[in-house]
T-cell receptor
């Protein structure tokens, strides 16, 4: 079974803190994604990566950065957390480069910024 | 650019009744279409996908969807729902041009009551 794990299910941080969200997949997938999920807005793509050390901006990259030093690990970084970054964060991974491949999702990290 | 519209934010239904969750998309190129399901406190998992060929696609848990190119729709149906189908359902679209990215709809919450 493909497994995508995220380092925390729940996280509470203070405004201005630097926040790291970690995602690990065990199926040797080339592609990895970070989304945020908000009620009424669905899933919005923050960043994605199609190879080690490669990254591409998604639809809402402002206030975020990412790191992919190893194929199995994709980190989302909030340099200075703000209250409007309170959200559910979902990581996903998939094979290949075309859009016909299934994305496998982690369970999500619910981040609250106070 | 692609977009996805899920007009119904919530659909209440009684157990054993049929259900249809609506999804419309817009794209200037050929598309791939997906339905994902998110059970409470979990990540998303793939229900079914349309890549090409037969317009009627069958998925897991008795769900099916029909691709209608002229109406740019990909509605999800189940003839008889169970309590356990209570979840949020997301429609997503990808294209065969460029890198694999999916655009998700805002989601439809299916509430099944006894």
């Amino acid at each position: 079974d493909v497994k995508v794990t995220q380092s925390s299910r729940y996280l509470v941080k203070r405004t201005g803190e630097k926040v790291f969200l970690e995602c690990v997949q065990d199926m040797d997938h080339e592609n990895m994604f970070w989304y945020r999920q908000d009620p009424g807005l669905g899933l919005r793509l923050i960043y994605f990566s199609y190879d080690v050390k490669m990254k591409e901006k998604g639809d809402i990259p402002e206030g975020y950065s990412v790191s992919r030093e190893k194929k199995e690990r994709f980190s989302l970084i909030l340099e200075s957390a703000s209250t409007n970054q309170t959200s559910m964060y979902l990581c996903a991974s998939s094979f290949g480069g075309l859009a016909d491949n299934e994305q496998f999702f982690g369970p999500g990290t619910r981040l609250t910024v106070l | 650019a692609q977009s996805v519209t899920q007009l119904d934010s919530q659909v209440p239904v009684f157990e054993e009744a049929p259900v249809e969750l609506r999804c419309n998309y817009s794209s200037s190129v050929s598309v791939y279409l997906f339905w994902y399901v998110q059970y409470p406190n979990q990540g998303l998992q793939l229900l079914l996908k349309y890549l090409s060929g037969s317009t009627l696609v069958k998925g897991i848990n008795g769900f099916e969807a029909e691709f209608n190119k002229s109406q740019t729709s990909f509605h999800l149906r189940k003839p008889s729902v169970h309590i356990s189908d209570t979840a949020e359902y997301f429609c997503a679209v990808g294209t065969n041009t460029g890198f694999q990215k999916l655009v998700f709809g805002t989601g439809t919450r299916l509430l099944v009551s006894p």
